[in-house]
């Protein structure tokens, strides 16, 4: 992708909208509260503000890339639109009934989460077509209109259409579509064979849903963005981060906002891969934690794990299967409620417990002074000296640590017998316990041991919590890049074009054919190109060749990578050697005798992404200058000590501070435990170390 010298990103997040502009290499940020009411003016806020920190005027702006929570919002707190399911008869109840799997075995009084929509909104049609795709029972279009007519007097603003085996034949599922169109011209339509054409009615149906169920919100919101960037005089285009890690145009975003879901999260596991290649490393712990979530993801050899089935809103104590499943190309982590806006109560236990209920940016927590009573995790920051009340988000937003107190004392204080600092304490060491056990759990199910991974911290909490969570993990290394209040802004300027077609066409290798493989990877590789050519028409583009494979009988399938000489000539005695080699790493060993199956083709087009300079890290010998002192509560000796208070722009290359110390900056302050040392790297990143240790 061909890089523009003046370039925004904007990522809107719970609690801050964050904007960042490139210019000719140089990064000018800010940090913006997120506008509920209308999430377009804190961009537009924001855009003035980096402009005129930059110098330049919005009608200079030659591309714009956005990612946004507004998707994820929506579908946690159950926001989108009045959306009714048409499906094939018998299967109205599937995505009710789940796949009938216990995600905790021994809860006897597990509650299984409520669908996006109630059974009277969803409405069946008399068709049927078989596993291998052929129709056995036709559908009529009398059937389709008499289910048009209930959805008009019902007053749906969307229509989800996901019918039995439609992956494989579509015919239906687009006749339905032509027919809503025809009589029902207001309301939105999503057929599950573009949304997600994969085999596994649960995933699928449940997938089609939330992307009809978002859709009205996600095409109004982004027709007004593009409206109010005309009217500030921005001509370029705007392009939308996808959860898979790349970058879409507006129009396919409208047309499949379901891919938006983690959009935000997306651009920073880009960016901690982008400064995990900078340093050569191969194992990385990527932290991200705003005013809202907090997201862990896995990267290995600088590159995001990823997947194509993902849980939104996992209710259950961080449990695969207690959330909402989308099946989408997704990037692979883990998202909690746990950020600077989420808010403490005391259980009927007595235990203090942390989000995922929010404070966001209206009216905030307490120590905002804007009409929050509640008790917020940067409540308990402030009043453990991680946070200068006077100099928060640059010193755009004054704290008020009296109302932190009050409010700490009155929701967790009174009813535990404890004062506002040791309220404070437990409030901090339950989200950090909370964030520690979501890496762990996401850690042992990608069998990887934590201790081998350096974790890249970003996001305007992250810096704030990362050393102790690194404490409570036994990682030893923790970077801070720059920027990294805004990171995930940053990530969506690193990230290249790109778009994943799959499709379900299941195949014995015993029964492998050739040309079939080189038509279906062939179609894909057509389909996934022509969406990358709509965001750029001369633009190299690359293709990356996935099958989806398991032995026969099994449950569950993993990713096979193909290059392209082995997808568009294919042999089965490659295929084989290929599942072996992976099935193998993964499990230790092959099982013999058994055929083998594949489910999933997938195929990947990308532009390729941007050359990296590697850094050669240094192990830090000057001193850096000391500010003042503060009194900072380090949660490992359980008392205040004295912090060395750093300015990270005053810090040069190789100077060294001793924990415990607060280094800051206008968007984050990064908190070094007594346990560290903090180095002040090459690139401006603050690389954080147990004390003694170098930079490796």
Wanted: aromatic letters at 6%; charged letters at 25%.
């Amino acid at each position: 992708m061909k890089s523009s010298s003046i370039r925004l990103g904007a990522d809107i997040g719970g609690t801050f909208t964050d904007v960042v502009l490139e210019k000719d290499g140089a990064v000018f940020s800010t940090k913006v509260l997120t506008t509920y009411a209308a999430p377009e003016n804190a961009i537009i806020d924001g855009m003035h503000q980096v402009c005129d920190k930059a110098g330049v005027t919005p009608d200079q702006i030659e591309q714009i890339i956005h990612g946004t929570t507004l998707a994820t919002n929506a579908l946690i707190e159950r926001r989108g639109a009045k959306t009714a399911l048409i499906t094939t008869q018998g299967f109205r109840d599937v995505i009710e009934m789940r796949t009938e799997s216990r995600f905790e075995q021994y809860d006897l009084n597990l509650t299984l989460p409520e669908p996006l929509l109630p059974r009277q909104f969803r409405f069946t049609v008399n068709e049927r077509v078989n596993a291998k795709g052929d129709v056995m029972i036709a559908l009529e279009r009398s059937d389709i209109e008499a289910v048009a007519d209930q959805i008009a007097k019902g007053g749906f603003n969307s229509v989800a259409v996901g019918l039995i085996h439609s992956y494989l034949n579509p015919a239906h599922e687009q006749m339905i579509r032509d027919v809503l169109r025809e009589r029902l011209p207001e309301v939105a339509v999503s057929i599950s064979s573009e949304v997600s054409p994969q085999m596994r009615e649960y995933e699928r149906f449940n997938t089609v849903v939330a992307n009809a169920y978002i859709k009205p919100l996600m095409a109004s919101y982004l027709g007004r963005l593009e409206e109010r960037l005309r009217g500030e005089g921005v001509g370029c285009r705007v392009f939308l981060m996808h959860s898979g890690g790349g970058i879409i145009s507006i129009q396919n975003a409208a047309d499949f906002p379901v891919r938006l879901v983690e959009s935000g999260p997306a651009g920073g596991a880009v960016f901690a891969a982008h400064i995990a290649a900078r340093y050569g490393i191969d194992k990385v712990l990527s932290f991200d934690m705003g005013g809202t979530t907090a997201k862990i993801c896995l990267i290995k050899n600088q590159t995001p794990k990823t997947s194509r089935v993902f849980e939104v809103a996992r209710t259950y104590r961080f449990k695969k299967g207690s959330g909402m499943p989308i099946s989408i190309p997704v990037i692979d982590m883990v998202e909690i409620g746990a950020g600077g806006g989420s808010l403490a109560h005391v259980d009927s236990m007595r235990q203090i417990r942390v989000g995922p209920e929010s404070a966001g940016s209206e009216p905030g927590p307490a120590c905002y002074g804007r009409g929050g009573e509640r008790p917020a995790v940067t409540d308990a920051d402030l009043v453990l000296g991680k946070l200068d009340a006077d100099n928060f988000a640059g010193g755009s937003i004054k704290l008020h640590a009296e109302q932190s107190k009050t409010a700490l004392s009155a929701h967790v204080g009174a009813t535990l017998d404890m004062d506002a600092v040791e309220a404070a304490f437990g409030v901090a060491e339950v989200v950090d316990e909370n964030m520690a056990n979501a890496a762990r759990v996401h850690a042992v199910e990608n069998g990887e041991d934590l201790s081998e991974y350096t974790m890249i911290a970003f996001g305007g909490a992250a810096p704030l919590h990362a050393g102790r969570l690194c404490e409570k993990l036994g990682v030893d290394r923790l970077i801070v890049p720059p920027g990294a209040g805004v990171g995930s802004a940053i990530g969506f300027l690193r990230a290249p074009y790109s778009f994943e077609a799959n499709r379900s066409v299941y195949m014995k290798l015993s029964d492998f054919d050739p040309q079939v493989i080189r038509k279906l990877l062939t179609d894909l590789q057509a389909e996934a190109t022509g969406f990358v050519r709509t965001c750029d028409e001369t633009a190299e583009i690359l293709s990356e060749f996935k099958v989806y494979m398991r032995y026969a009988g099994q449950g569950w399938e993993i990713p096979i990578e193909l290059t392209e000489e082995q997808a568009m000539n294919p042999d089965a005695a490659t295929f084989v050697a290929r599942f072996e080699e992976d099935y193998t790493k993964l499990f230790g060993r092959t099982v013999a005798g058994m055929d083998i199956e594949i489910t999933v083709w997938s195929v990947n087009a990308t532009t390729p992404p941007e050359t990296v300079a590697r850094v050669v890290a240094t192990k830090g010998e000057g001193k850096a200058t000391q500010q003042s002192l503060r009194s900072v509560f380090d949660a490992a000796s359980g008392k205040y000590l004295d912090a060395a208070v750093i300015d990270r722009a005053t810090m040069k290359t190789g100077q060294r501070v001793h924990g415990p110390a607060a280094v800051t900056e206008d968007e984050t302050t990064i908190i070094i435990p007594a346990s560290r040392d903090a180095v002040r790297q090459p690139d401006g990143c603050i690389d954080v170390v147990i004390t003694g240790k170098g930079a490796e």
